[in-house]
């Protein structure tokens, strides 16, 4: 939900665009947990309960995981290009 606040509180483009894959890869992932969640509500008290100093941290740490993931599927995707055309 960070990258919904940032989204929304950037005033730079090519930031925004940065920020929608974070935003897009964390919403696909909280939709498959709970398909049903008012967003809206629980961005709302996610971002009243986090204090702004806590931003910063919480941005780093979601933003290694999203990296860690997009390379764990980068070495899938070509270890299975190789084995399927070698």
Same mark, same amino acid.
Not at 42 to 49: D, G, I, V, W
Not at 55 to 75: G, N, T, Y
């Given at each position: 939900?960070?990258?919904?606040? #940032? +989204? ?7 930031? =925004?665009?940065? #920020?929608? +894959? ?6 696909g ?5 709970e &398909? /049903? #969640?008012?967003? !809206?509500? !629980?961005? *709302?008290?996610?971002? #009243?309960? +986090? ?8 941005? *780093?740490?979601?933003?290694? /995981?999203?990296?860690?993931?997009? *390379?764990?599927?980068? /070495?899938?995707?070509?270890?299975? !290009? /190789?084995?399927? =055309? &070698?």
């Amino acid at each position: 939900m960070i990258y919904s606040y #940032l +989204i929304g509180t950037s005033d730079d483009e090519a930031e =925004k665009g940065s #920020l929608a +894959i974070g935003l897009f890869y964390y919403q696909g992932r909280i939709e498959g947990r709970e &398909p /049903a #969640l008012d967003f !809206a509500s !629980a961005f *709302k008290r996610e971002m #009243l309960s +986090i204090p702004d100093e806590a931003i910063e941290p919480e941005l *780093k740490r979601c933003s290694d /995981a999203l990296q860690a993931s997009s *390379k764990e599927m980068q /070495a899938i995707g070509q270890r299975v !290009a /190789a084995e399927v =055309k &070698p």
